[in-house]
């Protein structure tokens, strides 16, 4: 009886050990080929016995009885430059999941040399050297004010502003939010947000899932030859693939981003593996329980995220990825708040979105230096606007109706070689194929020519047809010396409808001063094809031409940069550049348009009759310091100064709707271990954003009156400023490993704006009132979150 009393409590001390214990696995790969490499030596540092492998024939490793907590592995291969990996969090409920590139060493060396570099600032392309930063899922979850938002975490980067509470439109460098390219897997993908519209590239809640984000890359400005088609900066997002050894499940739930399942596992016995998330508004579920969550328009939306990796098979590397998102708003006038400035009393609206990717990847490996990848998608976005008017007749009268259908077939393929130590070459294409049926007709501030009592339709944009664009790049790498790297590429991008095409060079030049120093010099010519509200307008009113003959808009980057690492897990970043821009679509007539200043909005302007001889320049400096998580704390400060000016068809300079001036940035977090068992956290995180108030153009109060409807004064355009944005969010969390199965959960309070600040967003005119009033962003608002991992 003892005997049996004794094995039970030590299989309960050993499942509690064992709980307390997660798997750190993996690939190790050639940097530039991407071929495993056999016999990697992977370490975990700091424990005690130590722990380590080296990887297999396929390049797999697996690291097991990994405590749970923050830990580093040290990588080195014969002939490579050792890497060490820090800040891993390692949690009883999940197990972590990654790919490790190493860089062949300049020289043939005899021996492995044991101290690795951290670079944690490098980015997953290998080929972007400049104006570039990774992120992660933890990263987007970590931050205080993120609302698990990748665009809300670039935000706090340097030469980034979004000082927007209501949408997460990115302006970076003074560029309008239309300059932003969103990528993933490699393949451009529509607005990845939900609410969104047609040319649009933010939304108020995004669609894309950080809990299924890999390490991904952010550029802004000189990017290499692979990215084309944008002027302003690139979201090259990865999903991460699913646990290939054992069945994995989170549940989550947040104010933001809703109620949340993923689902992952192994998918057969070749190293593939699946993962699936769904995630439905929380506000919407609440509301339907009973619960007042405080709005009368409620926001209904749902995604789906998956990612099927079918791992090595006989003709290569396949995955299948895919998002599937929808939403709806109805703003119902009887649901009005009468203290509601800016409410219309006279008119409900019906608000629909949908968005969709289907992608298959290709990845082969030719030989042990080359390789080829492919990717093939297809992807759709629909929006439906409508509105009724309320006092015309006893029945409501439809006044506005808006229908978009966007269809695109993509393929993109490039062959990568890695010709020796110093040149990797890499060359591809991007074919794409977009079928679009495009409705938008209204009745406001229109006349009643048929003599029936009420307001003609005014077709704005009506066209069912198709565009095809087709663009080419070669890139290469050469390292010309051990410490100076020379990236060099040509891009071109051709569109069928106006038979326009370009040439694009791309350059970057790093040298690295020393042992902690890299000077970066960087050159990109960059073209994009207008936004299609832009060019399918037609005003069919007065009878001008519509912008079916615009050009793209053409951009110059220059940039001069200095990193420097004072420190291990610390960086010193300072950059300045110049941004010239020609080709501007602007009035054909001197006004002071310019569609650069465009692009933050659910709509785009009505206008037509367009060409192609506006004007644009940005500058600025940029700082960065960053203390990598690391000893159980971390520390970001931004500081960018910019200038944004623009000249419309008038020829007179002007700040941009987007000149802030200035963001500044602060953030920081310490996370404390509670008890001596290193099973549970408490986290604790804090930022401060500051920035100048943007330009706009006052409105011209007695014209607006006289026409019903917001006129702004364009002899005054962009002449007067908001105030200052100031915003406060502290977060606070504790993090739980149980000790008895493999589980963990997170609990967090984010206090976005503490102290309740009035930002204001907008001077816009009430047409029922006949007033110029001022609208306020978000005031302070708790965001809370529950997460469960099994």
């Known amino acids: 009886m003892r005997t049996q009393t004794l094995t039970f409590f030590l299989l309960l001390i050993s499942l509690a050990l064992q709980a307390q214990r997660s798997v750190i696995r993996g690939s190790i790969i050639d940097q530039q080929s991407e071929t495993p490499l056999i016999g990697a030596t992977i370490i975990l ?168 984000i890999g390490t991904s890359d952010f550029l802004t400005s000189a990017f290499p030859a692979e990215y084309g088609n944008a002027l302003a900066g690139v979201f090259d997002v990865n999903l991460r693939t699913g646990n290939k050894a054992r069945y994995e499940f989170m549940g989550q739930i947040n104010a933001f981003s809703g109620m949340e399942a993923v689902i992952e596992g192994p998918l057969n016995k070749k190293n593939g593996s699946f993962v699936v998330a769904y995630r439905h508004s929380f506000v919407e579920v609440a509301t339907a329980a009973g619960i007042n969550v405080g709005t009368a328009a409620l926001p209904r939306y749902r995604d789906l995220t998956f990612n099927l990796d079918f791992g090595n098979t006989k003709i290569g590397k396949i995955s299948l990825f895919g998002i599937g998102a929808s939403s709806n708003i109805d703003f119902l006038a009887k649901d009005i708040d009468e203290n509601d400035f800016f409410a219309d009393p006279t008119q409900d609206s019906y608000n629909t979105s949908k968005f969709g990717v289907l992608g298959l990847k290709h990845n082969v490996l030719l030989n042990k230096h080359a390789y080829v990848r492919s990717v093939f998608s297809t992807s759709y976005s629909g929006t439906t606007f409508e509105a009724d008017n309320l006092t015309l007749e006893n029945t409501p009268l439809r006044v506005i109706n808006v229908g978009d259908d966007l269809t695109t077939y993509r393929w993109s393929s490039f062959y990568n070689d890695k010709i020796n130590r110093r040149l990797t070459l890499r060359a591809g294409f991007l074919l794409q194929q977009q079928q679009i049926k495009t409705l938008v007709e209204s009745r406001e501030n229109t006349p009643d020519l048929d003599g029936d009592g009420r307001k003609d339709w005014w077709k704005q944009r009506d066209f069912t047809g198709g565009f095809f664009q087709a663009e080419t790049f070669l890139q290469s790498q050469y390292r010309l010396t051990e410490k100076l790297t020379l990236n060099a590429g040509l891009r071109s991008l051709y569109f069928n409808e106006t038979e326009d095409h370009a040439l694009e060079p791309r350059l970057a030049l790093n040298l690295q001063t020393g042992k902690k120093g890299t000077l970066n010099l960087g050159y990109g010519l960059h073209n994009q094809t207008q936004a299609l509200p832009v060019f399918l307008f037609r005003d069919q009113t007065s009878g001008l031409p519509g912008n079916q003959n615009l050009g793209f808009t053409r951009s110059q980057h220059l940039v001069l940069g200095y990193d420097y690492k004072p420190a291990d897990h610390w960086r010193v970043k300072v950059e300045t550049y110049f941004q010239a821009l020609d080709r501007v679509p602007v009035d054909a007539l001197p006004t002071s348009f ?197």
């Open 45 to 212: 540092l700091g424990v005690e016995p130590s722990i380590g492998t080296v990887s297999d024939a396929e390049g797999h490793f697996e690291l097991k009885d990994v405590p749970v907590g923050r830990h580093s592995i040290q990588v080195s291969y014969l002939g490579y430059d050792p890497q060490t990996i820090p800040n891993l969090l390692v949690t009883a409920g999940r197990e972590l999941q990654f790919d490790i590139k190493l860089k062949e060493a300049f020289q043939t060396i005899d021996e492995v040399v044991v101290k690795g570099n951290t670079n944690k600032d490098k980015t997953v392309n290998e080929l972007a050297t400049i104006s570039a930063r990774t992120f992660n899922t933890e990263e987007v979850l970590r931050y205080s004010g993120g609302r698990n938002d990748v665009a809300k975490l670039v935000a706090n980067f340097a030469g980034v502003a979004a000082n927007n509470d209501g949408r997460n439109d990115i302006i970076v460098r003074g560029n309008s939010p239309t300059g932003i390219l969103w990528r993933m897997e490699g393949i451009p993908i529509p607005n990845p947000n939900h609410f969104s519209t047609l040319g649009t590239t933010g939304g108020p809640v995004s669609a894309l899932n950080p809990n299924l």
């Open 594 to 790: 310019s569609m650069l200043n465009t692009g933050a909005d659910f709509i785009f302007p009505e206008k037509g009759n367009l060409v192609n001889k506006g004007t644009g320049r940005n500058l600025g400096v940029e700082l960065t310091v960053e203390k990598f998580f690391s000893k159980g704390y971390y520390g970001l400060l931004t500081i960018s100064v910019f200038d944004s000016k623009y000249k419309g068809s008038d020829g007179i300079e002007r700040s941009t709707s987007f000149d802030g001036g200035y963001v500044f940035n602060f953030l920081a977090g310490k996370e404390f271990k509670i008890g001596a068992s290193g099973r549970r956290f408490f986290t604790f995180d804090t930022k401060v954003t500051n920035a100048g108030g943007r330009p706009y153009t006052p409105v011209n109060l007695q014209a607006s009156r006289a026409a019903e409807t917001e006129i702004l004064d364009e002899s005054r355009a962009f002449s007067q400023r908001l105030d200052n944005y100031l915003r406060w969010d502290v977060k606070m969390g504790i993090r739980t490993n149980s000790s008895k199965r493999k589980m963990s959960q997170t609990f967090f309070l984010d206090f976005q704006n503490v102290t309740n600040n009035d930002n204001i967003f907008a001077m816009r005119y009430n047409k029922v009132r006949g007033e110029v009033g001022r609208i306020n962003q978000i005031g302070f608002f708790p965001d809370v979150m529950y997460r469960i991992e099994f």
